[in-house]
């Protein structure tokens, strides 16, 4: 792979205004030499008949553009004409279609990704459109690597909405119609060293900004967001731009994230995170909406009496449920290890973790037979809160970060997994971004969700699901649809980005004496004599 920086044309809207294109490109090339790659951006093909008769110029190789050209697909209806293969092709000699989605990666080893098409407004989408659907897949297909840093340039029509925050000055533009919150999340994911777009008419160069967060992530390589005008605007605003490139896999690890001093803050970080938390919240609505139905209708006995209930019908107290078979975790069974158990309240327990991570790690248990937190009775729920609480008080006065994990999957009894991480091993971002990370290694999709949520109205009872609790008040979930790795919260934990401790992912490999474990829990149980509300009441 070749150590060298690449010489790159980036271009704005052409409209079919291929031969004034292609003679500024010459025009450059004979001034500056010779560059590598030519990359428009934008509407491409016109709409008029004389754009028509230029292109068939190229298609028939009358005419032959001077160096390696990449285009996007249409954004219009009448141009979709152009495009005969939605997933790229050929087009002419030297002219090539990149496609509706995807990446491409140069002998170089330079990356390049794309994205075709406006936002769709409605479905079915038209076919110059692109879709959440496709910026999803795309984000995926990228970030899934293990390796994965960033690309290192990211190529839309559209502007990504909210470019302009924490940047320098944007003038002529209508922030309130301008600009997709897809492209914006996209760019947010892939992180990419240029990002160049068009349709806007504009030229505007945005002041690099960084893709970590200060004092609390690592030094990350920074990005440049380049809208490009439209080649005739009569304004002489900017279409063409030219840079070098070394590929982000051939660059020194230090030279790649050195900042320059104009940096700003990430544009999309908040924006990003707050549409996450208004799309789930709508779902929650909707679904807490059909739950709600749901018992309503099936709430109802018709009675003799005009459908009316009968006065002497009286609700009955519903009995708990009961396990199926031996539990070794409802209080009252014989399979409890009591020696483990550091206090109990009316409706919950906490107790040392077997095979524990550390010797601080608990479990949060109802004392009664109960699945997950979707089957918990309020008063349950409400005693859950306050285990939550006191540990979360103890934790921090030692030191440590609370971080709680359950998993509705093959498992009988609710267990509230609680693991303290030591303050000086990481930040709560990191161990966030350690979950989110290690999930999409495993293809699997963990959403954050609102801090205030309630599972109730976002999970459908009996439905399997993987959920986190954060000491920030942060919350991940992961919608359980076929297999899931059952020691996946303890292998995130147990990794080398938050406890360091890889041998200790499988909790059988935690072997503990019965004389080791009495004396963690008689700790344990001294420490945390003074945040334990059960004593306190």
């Keep these: 792979m070749s150590g060298s920086s690449l010489r790159i044309l980036a271009c704005g809207d052409v409209e079919g205004k291929l031969n004034a294109l292609f003679n500024r490109v010459r025009s450059i090339q004979k001034k500056s030499g010779d560059f590598d790659l030519l990359l428009c951006v934008g509407n491409f093909f ?73 936002e ?40 990504p909405k909210g470019v302009w925050q924490y940047g320098n000055n944007l003038e002529g533009i209508d922030i309130k119609s301008c600009g997709s919150i897809s492209v914006a999340q996209l760019a947010f994911a892939l992180k990419p060293r240029y990002h160049f777009a068009a349709l806007e008419g504009a030229n505007y160069e945005r002041l690099p900004y ?25 304004s002489k605003k900017k279409y063409l731009y030219a ?59 018709r009675s003799s009496e005009g459908g009316r209930p009968s006065p002497h019908q009286s609700k009955q107290p519903r009995k708990p449920p009961q396990p199926t078979g031996p539990c070794w975790f409802c209080l009252a069974s014989p399979e409890v290890e009591k020696h483990l158990v550091i206090s109990i309240g009316t409706h919950c327990y906490i107790a040392l973790a077997k095979g524990s ?49 359950e998993r509705n999957y093959r498992s009988q009894h609710l267990q509230l997994q609680v693991v303290p991480v030591p303050i000086q091993c990481c930040a709560t971002d990191d161990i966030k971004e350690a979950f989110i990370v290690q999930a999409e290694e495993q293809q699997m999709e963990l959403l954050e969700i609102p801090e205030h949520s309630d599972l109730k109205q976002i999970i459908q009872p009996g439905s399997a699901y993987f959920y986190v609790e954060l000491d920030s008040g942060e919350k991940l979930l992961h919608r359980i649809k076929r297999q899931f790795p059952l020691q996946f919260g303890r292998e995130v934990l147990a990794s080398e980005a938050v406890l360091n401790i890889p041998d200790k992912a499988n909790w059988r490999e935690c072997k503990f004496s019965r004389e080791e474990e009495e004396e963690f829990a008689k700790a344990f149980r001294k420490g945390f004599q003074p945040y334990d509300f059960s004593l306190l009441e």
Aim: glycine share 6%.
């Design 46 to 118: 016109g709409t008029t008949s004389e754009a028509e008769s230029e292109w068939v110029e190229y298609k028939t190789g009358a005419k032959k553009a001077p160096m390696q050209t990449y285009i996007l697909g249409a954004n219009n209806q009448e141009t979709t004409k152009y495009f005969p293969d939605i997933d790229g092709c050929e087009l002419a000699e030297n002219i090539t279609y990149l496609g509706r989605k995807g990446v491409f990666i140069g002998a170089s080893g330079l990356q390049i990704a794309y994205l075709s098409g406006t």
């Design 120 to 159: 769709a407004q409605h479905e079915p989408a038209p076919a110059y459109c692109c879709t959440s659907k496709d910026v999803t897949a795309l984000k995926s297909s990228i970030t899934a690597s293990s390796k994965f840093k960033g690309v290192d340039i990211l190529l839309t029509s559209q502007w």
């Design 210 to 234: 960084r893709n970590h967060m200060t004092l609390q992530e690592n030094a990350q390589h920074v990005s440049r967001f380049i809208a490009l005008a439209n080649l005739s605007n009569s």
């Design 243 to 301: 840079f070098n490139i070394m590929p982000l896999s051939s660059m020194d690890p230090v030279e790649l994230v050195k900042q320059t001093e104009d940096v700003t803050e990430n544009p999309y970080r908040k924006m990003t995170k707050e549409f996450q938390k208004t799309k789930l919240g709508e779902t929650a609505a909707e679904e807490s909406q059909f739950f709600f139905d749901l018992s309503k209708r099936e709430g109802k006995k």
């Design 357 to 405: 991570l550390t010797p601080d790690h608990v479990l949060i248990l109802p004392i009664g037979h109960h699945q997950s937190v979707l089957e918990l009775p309020s008063e349950v729920i409400e005693e859950v809160e306050k285990c939550k609480l006191a540990l979360k008080n103890f934790y921090k006065n030692i030191g440590k970060r609370f971080v709680m994990f």
